[in-house]
């Protein structure tokens, strides 16, 4: 076994050295972002699957693709601004600033759920329901798989900020929750950006 | 062999079971996972081989005496749904995913262990979810595609218990390729550079990537085919208005894939094995990972060619017919790379290499068959019928099943430290060849003189070839019987294996038998030669990386 001894030679210098625990680093947020991609994947498929419904299957007389447009404009505006402070409250807890970051937590939690208030008005305001025509569901069922997401997002951005109070695990040591509630929030807003073009404004 | 590891008593500070018991654990350690997926899998292998045993008993006659008719649409549903996403997914991605994966890119457990857990405890209550559906209200009824109308008029509860069963499994899988992704591409030993990863590491990447941006497809078009069901939207369902052809693009634009899901970690496992038995460099490593990366390409874009009689426009049928048969180049290469690694080598006929050359042969046939389906006018002739289940099984059975068999006898000895009884092996292979030929060379017979697939009656003149392929089940089920005494008393009493019995050069053999808990003593070994093979240490440059080089000098000392 002559081929193996430049192989083993490696490993028995290994052995000398005994084991020293190895630091890979934190791929954590490689993983959310992963994990982030399968998740617009999801949207893709129901994205792709309204567009073809729009291309080729025609509605009952007296539904239409028109939707009013002052709420969801001023909604897509809301979320725009928090993704801004989201990313306000991470510079903050860089600086340490966790007065700061925890203000700014706030106001970007105030921001989601203002958003999910303005989605339910819409809901109420809609002439139809979610089973009166293809456009209904389709158009329930990606906005409320959309909705599904900003509520994670807002639960989880109350839990950020509960634990970045002072003396909590969050802090400019250990930002990595922050982060990838910040990275998770972003996305929302990018799928939330794509979601009004095709929706609303197509 | 200089590389001996004497026993080093286990690190103590660790919450994880010790003993068997941590095989029904909640265990964060990748190898305790990867033969949790693998037993696991092979349980439920036991139920889809009972489930096809059914459909082979039923249509021994043209009439429908065995099974009610419902009752085998269930069975044929669940074998299907068992057999892919419960067996061959888990097995070929999990279980020696997570066994493998750590040991070639030289670190002591997968990326995000807990996640790694999580993702296996999802599959057997997804299993058992499954399976409960046919005692509770009767199981799906629609075959595991689901197709639209037939799924939203058949029973309601087995179908929804279906769809959240295949719901778990499709997370599980995603979580599964996260972690993947994240192994290989981040926690690589410092060193090691990305073109000296063993093949099976660039077959995961690639499946992984799959996984992750198709399978997300498959679960939104549940969620509301789901919706159909219970809440009588009418997504796909024409008479409320709906698009059943947008569910099958939608599922085919997952499931295209997952025949790669299954079949390119084989190709990365048949890749392990035949130069380690065959004393030969790995030919053309450079272009396999091209050819990995091509079919990983064109694997999303082909999807339609399942949809040929849908009422696809003609420009549709061109590109999809242009794109499927252009996949046969990267796997031709992969083939030809195989045989040329056999080329002039030192071959060892054990069970191992038995099964992956049983694995080419099939292979090439279902791949040969597939090129055949690629083209819309023979499509059309033969669409919904026997050939396509021919052609099917000799994908995933021929190719995948073997390769799933041809690695157990590889890696047993690793596992457990004891070698599987040859002769034994022998016999399996023997049993499982010939039973499978046996079984589903008819079927494209059957399909071409116009057999319909998936019906439990059929025209009078196909009983004697349906009584042979019966007869090829039949062998195929005895032949689990030696497979099965073998794997358990060789557990107990097979010859010890030494740590590396094939004296194979990857990272899993520089180690003990079984390995310890976190896979080596002291610093992972730098493998930067994984099939330096028939090839003198000294004439070995560790900036040869490239796969050209490593085949030219595998070539020339074959020959010299």
């Known amino acids: ?26 791929h954590r947020l490689f993983g959310l972002a992963t994990f982030l991609v399968a998740d617009g994947m999801t949207f893709a498929g129901f994205f792709a699957a309204y567009l073809t419904f729009r291309a080729v ?21 809301v979320l725009l601004i928090s993704s801004f402070t989201f990313h306000r409250a991470g510079a903050a807890l860089r600086r340490s600033d966790t007065a700061g970051c925890q203000r700014w937590l706030l106001i970007t939690a105030a921001l989601g759920f203002s958003f999910l208030a303005g989605q339910m008005k819409e809901y109420f305001s ?14 329930y069922a990606i906005t409320g798989f959309h909705g599904l997401h900003v509520t994670l997002g807002g639960l989880m951005i109350l839990i950020v900020w509960w634990q970045s109070r002072t003396g909590g695990r969050v802090n400019a040591g250990n930002p990595f929750p922050l982060e990838a509630a910040e990275l998770y929030w972003h996305f929302v807003d990018g799928i939330w950006v794509v979601l009004y073009g095709i929706l609303y404004l197509l | 062999m200089t590389l001996t590891l004497s026993p080093v008593p286990h690190p103590t500070g660790s919450l994880q079971p010790q003993g068997w018991l941590r095989y029904l654990s909640f265990s964060t350690d990748h190898k305790v996972i990867g033969l949790q997926y693998l037993v696991c899998g092979f349980l439920f292998y036991l139920v889809g081989g009972a489930l096809a045993g059914a459909i082979r008993t ?9 099974l009610p008719r419902e009752t085998y649409n269930e069975v044929l549903t669940l074998h299907g749904t068992v057999m892919i996403f419960l067996w061959i997914v888990p097995v070929v991605n999990g279980a020696f995913g997570n066994y493998l994966i750590p040991f070639y890119v030289g670190a002591r457990d997968m990326a995000f262990p807990r996640l790694n857990a999580v993702a296996f405890w999802l599959i057997p209550p997804a299993g058992l979810l499954l399976i409960s559906s046919y005692f509770i209200a009767g199981a799906a009824q629609s075959g595991w595609t689901a197709y639209p109308p037939l799924s939203i008029t058949t029973p309601a509860t087995g179908q929804i218990i279906w769809i959240l069963s295949v719901l778990l499994l499709g997370g599980s899988s995603i979580f599964g390729g996260i972690n993947f992704i994240a192994t290989i591409l981040k926690l690589r030993r410092p060193g090691l550079k990305l073109m000296q990863l063993p093949m099976y590491c660039w077959a995961m990447l690639g499946t992984s990537i799959l996984v992750v941006l198709s399978t997300p497809v498959l679960a939104g078009t549940l969620v509301l085919l789901s919706f159909d069901i219970i809440a009588h939207t009418g997504f796909f369902n024409p008479a409320l208005g709906g698009n059943a052809v947008v569910y099958q693009h939608l599922f085919w634009f997952y499931s295209h894939p ?5 079949v390119l970690p084989a190709f990365g496992l048949v890749s392990e094995i035949l130069p380690v038995h065959a004393r030969k460099p790995l030919f053309g490593y450079t272009t396999m990972v091209y050819s990995i990366m091509a079919i990983v390409f064109l694997g999303l874009i082909v999807w339609a060619h399942h949809m040929f009689t849908s009422g696809t426009p003609p420009w549709m049928r061109l590109f999809f017919t242009i794109a499927t048969s252009f996949i046969a180049v990267p796997t031709g290469i992969k083939f030809f790379n195989w045989l040329a690694t056999l080329w002039g080598g030192k071959i060892a006929l054990n069970s191992a290499m038995l099964f992956s050359c049983g694995f080419i042969i099939n292979f090439v046939f279902g791949g040969i068959t597939g090129v055949a389906l690629a083209q819309v006018p023979f499509d059309i002739h033969v669409h919904d019928t026997y050939f396509v289940v021919g052609h099917f099984h000799y994908i995933v059975y021929g190719g995948t099943v073997f390769v799933i068999f041809a690695s157990i006898y590889h890696w047993y000895p690793k596992v457990t430290g004891r070698l599987l009884n040859e002769p034994l092996g022998q016999l399996h292979f023997l049993l499982t060849f010939i039973g499978f030929n046996l079984c589903f060379a008819p079927q494209h017979w059957m399909g071409l003189n116009g057999m319909p697939r998936r019906v439990a009656e059929y025209d009078p003149q196909f009983a004697l070839i349906n009584q042979v392929s019966s007869v090829g089940a039949l062998l195929m089920a005895i032949s689990t019987l030696p497979f099965l005494v073998n794997v358990v008393l060789s557990a107990f009493r097979g010859a010890a294996a030494g740590d590396n019995p094939w004296n194979a050069l990857t990272p899993e053999w520089l180690t003990s038998s079984p390995p310890p808990v976190e896979n080596w ?6 493998v930067q030669e994984p099939y330096g093979y028939g090839v003198h240490p000294g004439e070995l440059s560790l900036s040869a990386s490239s796969g050209r080089d490593i085949w030219t000098m595998g070539d020339l000392d074959s020959r010299r």
């Open chain 1, 1 to 26: 076994m002559t081929s193996l001894t430049s192989s083993t030679g490696e490993l028995s210098d290994g052995l000398d050295q005994h084991s020293s625990p190895e630091h890979h680093g934190d």
């Open chain 1, 57 to 77: 299957n025609p509605l009952p007389t007296g539904a239409s693709y028109e939707l009013e447009l002052l709420l969801p404009t001023i909604n897509t505006l």
């Open chain 1, 126 to 139: 809609l002439p139809f329901g979610l089973t009166d025509n293809l456009f209904a569901s389709t158009f």
């Open chain 2, 58 to 66: 039923e249509l021994l006659t043209p009439i429908s005496d065995f």
């Open chain 2, 258 to 262: 997952a025949v790669y899901i299954m």
């Open chain 2, 521 to 526: 003593k002291g610093e992972a070994p730098l």
